[in-house]
């Protein structure tokens, strides 16, 4: 291996160690992106799977947040 090969060699060793560097952070944010997707994805169908349960240990009274807007909804009727 002569002189000219040896820089060639190193010049394309170069250029690929260039090219991942540039390839290598997108690379792991589509990685890092599908595995978000999958955990979201494993969470609805856990909440879908929940919601066609039926329980009775659950709640009949409505939320606080529910009540109050049941109550400024009737003091604006009355006072309109």
């Given amino acids: 291996m002569n002189t000219a090969q040896t ?3 190193i010049g ?3 250029t690929l160690g260039i090219l991942v560097l540039l390839v ?3 690379l792991i944010g589509i990685v890092r ?3 978000i ?3 979201l994805r494993e969470a609805q169908e856990a909440t879908t799977a929940g919601r066609d349960q ?3 240990s659950r709640s009949t ?3 606080t947040a529910t009540w109050y807007a ?3 909804r009737s003091k604006k009727l009355v006072s309109s």
């Fill in 7 to 9: 820089e060639a060699l």
């Fill in 12 to 14: 394309m060793a170069v």
């Fill in 24 to 26: 290598l952070p997108s």
């Fill in 33 to 35: 992106e599908r595995h």
């Fill in 37 to 39: 997707d999958r955990q």
């Fill in 54 to 56: 039926k329980s009775s």
């Fill in 61 to 63: 009274v409505p939320s």
């Fill in 70 to 72: 049941d109550g400024r």
